[in-house]
């Protein structure tokens, strides 16, 4: 089975200032069939359901701040947050698609106000 | 607008079953897929399992197998979970997503629906 690390489990960083999210898998999310690297980003805040922030590795979600980016291929990938702002605090969960139609999160990094 | 609409919470007792249900608008149903996510109190989106919205086949999480069934009814429009056999474990809030328009990730989700398991 694949499994998905994030890294760090949390961090705290000041608003307006750079936020770095890591994500590693166990194999290859890079996949010939589409050529694409089949992982997405989401955001929760407490009380909602995640939110799709980033697909295919890099493609930012419509309506999606363009401070949100995404980045990686094959088996590391990161989301940076260009400025944070306050309403980015949150959970941010990394996702893997495989075939037939599996899911893998990773654990999920908290993102906080310093 | 797309809309996914779950059904309300759920109180049961060990060894129950409960039976969620995610109701669809805004879309043609059989386009996409649903996906089922839940999440313990204080922990991670777990995923359990797809379903397609064309011909109701499924692929379960191997954690589940054997104690989820994921139906759809495509007269109504709506995907259902059920999951048999509780226990305390199960308490969390389960999840509906139907497959992103350009992706195979969750673009549009429910809002929700709290599984309680306590005797």
């Known amino acids: 089975d694949i499994v998905m690390t994030q890294s760090p489990d949390s961090l705290a960083v000041s608003l307006g200032e750079r936020a770095t999210i890591n994500c590693k898998s166990s194999?290859?999310?890079?996949?010939?069939?589409?050529?694409?690297?089949?992982l997405a980003w989401y955001q929760q805040k407490p009380g909602q359901p995640p939110k799709l922030l980033i697909y295919?590795?890099?493609t930012r979600e419509s309506g999606v701040p363009d401070r949100f980016s995404g980045s990686g291929s094959g088996t590391d990938f990161t989301l940076t947050i260009s400025s944070l702002q306050a309403e980015d605090v949150a959970l941010y969960y990394c996702?893997?698609?495989?075939?037939?139609?599996?899911?893998?999160f990773g654990q999920g990094t908290k993102v906080e106000i310093k | 607008q797309v809309l996914l609409v779950q059904s309300g919470s759920e109180v049961k007792k060990p060894g129950a079953s409960v039976k969620v249900s995610c109701k669809t608008s805004?879309?043609?149903?059989?386009?996409?897929?649903i996906s089922w996510v839940r999440q313990a109190p204080g922990q991670g989106l777990e995923w359990m399992g797809w379903?397609?919205?064309?011909?109701?086949?499924?692929n379960y999480a191997q954690k589940f197998q054997g104690r989820v069934t994921m139906t759809t009814d495509t007269f109504t429009n709506t995907a259902y979970m059920e999951l048999r056999s509780l226990r305390s474990e199960d308490t969390a809030v389960y999840y509906c997503?139907?497959?992103?328009?350009?992706?195979?990730?969750?673009?549009?989700w429910g809002q929700g629906t709290t599984v309680t398991v306590s005797s």
């Open positions: 997503a139907r497959d992103h328009w350009e992706s195979p990730f969750g673009g549009v």
């Open positions: 805004g879309y043609t149903f059989s386009i996409y897929g």
């Open positions: 379903i397609s919205g064309y011909n109701g086949s499924t």
């Open positions: 194999q290859t999310v890079l996949y010939s069939s589409n050529d694409q690297n089949n």
């Open positions: 295919w590795a890099s």
């Open positions: 996702l893997q698609y495989s075939s037939p139609h599996t899911w893998t």
